[in-house]
Nanobody
Framework: QVQLVESGGGLVQAGGSLRLSCAAS????????LAWFRQAPGKEREFVAGISWGGTNTNYADSVKGRFTISRDNAKNTMNLQMNSLKPEDTAVYYCATKSSRGAVVTTTRNDYDYWGQGTQVTVSS
C-alpha cells in the first residue's frame, strides 16, 4: 500500500523559511514523479512543484519560482520542499503526491496524481 507522509509545516513570519518533507513507503519511488500541491481555504488545490524520478527535471508554479526548491533522495524515499521568502499568500495545506505510472514528465494537473499524503499546514503571518 502506497503511503505518503508530509512533515515540516508550521507558522512562520513573512520573509521566513520552512522545509517540508515527504516520506514515501509501500513501493520503490525512484522511477516515479513526485510533486507538491497546496490548497488554501476556499480555493482549488493547485500545483506547486514537481520533480522527475532522476531529479533532472523540475517544474514550478510561477508563483513560487525563485523562492521554492524541490529535491528528492531516492535512496531514502524522501522528497523535500525548501520554501524561502515566504509570503502570506503561501498559506495553505501542502500535499505530497505521486503517480501510479512510471515516467519522467512532471505534469501540473491534480488528476494526473493518484496517491496523496494527508497534508501539512503552512501558515505565513504578515
Amino acid at each position: 500500500q502506497v503511503q505518503l507522509v508530509e512533515s515540516g509545516g508550521g507558522l512562520v513570519q513573512a520573509g521566513g523559511s520552512l522545509r517540508l518533507s515527504c516520506a514515501a513507503s509501500g513501493r520503490t519511488f525512484s522511477r516515479y514523479v513526485l510533486a507538491w500541491f497546496r490548497q488554501a481555504p476556499g480555493k482549488e488545490r493547485e500545483f506547486v512543484a514537481g520533480i522527475s524520478w532522476g531529479g533532472t527535471n523540475t517544474n514550478y508554479a510561477d508563483s513560487v519560482k525563485g523562492r521554492f526548491t524541490i529535491s528528492r533522495d531516492n535512496a531514502k524515499n524522501t522528497m523535500n520542499l525548501q520554501m524561502n521568502s515566504l509570503k502570506p499568500e503561501d498559506t495553505a495545506v501542502y500535499y505530497c503526491a505521486t503517480k501510479s505510472s512510471r515516467g519522467a514528465v512532471v505534469t501540473t494537473t491534480r488528476n494526473d496524481y493518484d496517491y496523496w499524503g494527508q497534508g501539512t499546514q503552512v501558515t505565513v503571518s504578515s
